[in-house]
């Protein structure tokens, strides 16, 4: 119900697959324009490519530079402010 900015998700939490909420984070029309970023451990091409057919704005797997994430968020911050008042 509540309205976020940018969700930031691993593939892997308690409960629920980080898949499965960005699934329903895009879904919500109230919320599929907010951008998901991914931090995973998984490499592989598949979860990738699944994490952006289902509406993943950027995927970053482990290690990674805070630079490349720092970049990252404000990057999708600013598109989403833009789109917001656009």
């Not at 490519?49 to 404000?74: D, R």
């Amino acid at each position: 119900k509540d309205k976020f900015d940018l969700v930031l998700l691993d593939i892997r939490l308690p409960g629920i697959s980080g898949l499965e909420v960005c699934r329903r984070v895009k879904t919500d029309p109230g919320l599929r324009h907010t951008p998901v970023l991914f931090i995973s451990s998984y490499h592989d091409n598949q979860t990738r490519a699944q994490a952006f057919s289902i509406g993943a704005a950027e995927y970053l797997t482990k290690p990674f530079s805070m630079q490349h994430f720092h970049a990252c968020v404000v990057r999708h911050l600013t598109l989403a402010a833009a789109r917001a008042h656009g």
